[in-house]
């Protein structure tokens, strides 16, 4: 079992203007946001950037119509990068050095090459992203999005079977202060769980059976900021710091933007939401009874094979401080290794190896 802090992160920082009570709410706001945006791709040969006249802080990405659009925080650490440029060393200077620094990047140090702009016009122009030109947005808002993927398969987020999880288990009604659906001018996440219909585990605990929910992370940037992700998991409960407790078969998926990523998303993520939509309670059921019953006759050998050698001791060990006994079947593996999982400090590597460890549900 292990501790998910993923929902919790965003809890603990995002803004109030970030939290959603719903995802019709969400799909609106990001609806607004595609239809004020607009993805161009310019040679760095055509674009400059100036400073804001009376600011000695603010710039502008200038482009060949002569347009200015001010870059949010992000976009502006991306232009750096372009630039070659270090982008916390430039928000230290004036302006009008910063704009030569980059200027300078983009026009005389490097070869010319197109680059990607996301622009946004709500008023004030605004510069969201600038990326390479064959970066593979997938969209948060549109019918062709995210949210609205989550919505044709989970309905608004908090009166459907998925929805705003409770707090210990118990069902509250939700607030910005709850929430566990989030979104912001870089990225989105999203957390929904079924927790009326739990799925009875015999011997969860010490030799006493327990019940568990379904859940799921869903995460995308338009911006660049972060992959598309999907985390799907069994929990205990979750707490009212929307930390995921007693997590079990954790599952994750995730697709990097690149040029054919849109592709992917309609082809294998969106069937992928559907199915788990679809799938019941009782097939997780089926699926942990036929771990708990294959008894493992080599249990060094079943664990070497899978997450190498020199690992096995440690599986073992977490094992046996969790439940107090040694490893007999796959489902104790499944177990021993997400509890293992836990003293890993690097978040990648613990995501990987509580991945491979869901994956022996579905191991014949």
């Given amino acids: ?38 993805a161009v791709a310019v040679s760095t040969r055509d674009v400059q950037v100036v400073p804001l006249t ?19 925080h992000y976009a502006f650490g991306q232009l750096a990068t372009i630039a070659g440029a270090p982008a916390g060393y430039l928000r230290t200077l004036p302006a ?6 980059i200027n300078y990047g983009l026009q005389v140090n490097r070869d ?3 680059i990607g702009l996301l622009l946004y016009s709500n008023g004030a122009p605004i510069l969201r ?14 019918n062709d999005g995210v949210v609205q993927a989550l919505r044709d398969r989970f309905g608004d987020g908090v009166t459907g079977r998925f929805r705003v999880p409770g707090e210990f288990g118990q069902r509250v009604d939700i607030t910005k202060e709850n929430t566990t659906l989030f979104a912001g001018d870089r990225d989105m996440f999203v957390f929904l769980a079924d927790e009326e219909n739990r799925i009875e585990v015999p011997n969860r605990r010490d030799g006493h059976s327990g019940s568990m929910a379904r859940g799921f992370f869903v995460w995308n940037s338009e911006v660049g900021a972060r992959t598309l992700g999907i985390k799907t998991f069994l929990f205990d409960y979750v707490c009212c710091n929307r930390i995921v407790w007693g997590a079990n078969d954790v599952q994750t998926f995730t697709l990097r933007h690149t040029h054919s990523a849109p592709h992917k998303f309609i082809e294998e993520v969106r069937p992928m939401l559907q199915s788990y939509a679809n799938s019941s309670a009782a097939n997780v059921t089926r699926a942990i009874a036929d771990a708990r019953q294959h008894r493992l006759d080599n249990v060094d050998a079943f664990l070497a094979k899978r997450f190498g050698a020199r690992m096995v001791e440690q599986v ?7 439940e107090g006994r040694p490893i007999e079947t796959r489902w104790d593996v499944v177990t021993a290794v997400t509890a293992h999982a836990r003293s890993i400090a690097f978040q990648d590597a613990r995501v990987d190896l509580e991945t491979q460890a869901g994956e022996l549900l579905t191991t014949a």
């Fill in 54 to 72: 009376g600011n000695n802080r603010a710039l502008r990405l200038v482009g060949p119509k002569g347009n200015g659009f001010a870059p949010t």
């Fill in 1 to 38: 079992m292990s501790t998910l802090m993923d929902c919790n992160a965003q809890w603990s920082t995002r803004p109030n203007d970030e939290r959603y009570l719903s995802l019709d709410d969400m799909q609106a706001h990001f609806d607004n946001m595609r239809e004020r945006s607009r």
């Fill in 112 to 114: 010319a090459e197109d």
């Fill in 96 to 101: 009008p050095m910063a704009a030569d620094c």
């Fill in 316 to 322: 073992k060990a977490a094992h046996l401080t969790d």
């Fill in 129 to 142: 992203a600038a990326t390479g030109p064959r970066y593979g947005r997938i969209w948060n808002g549109g």
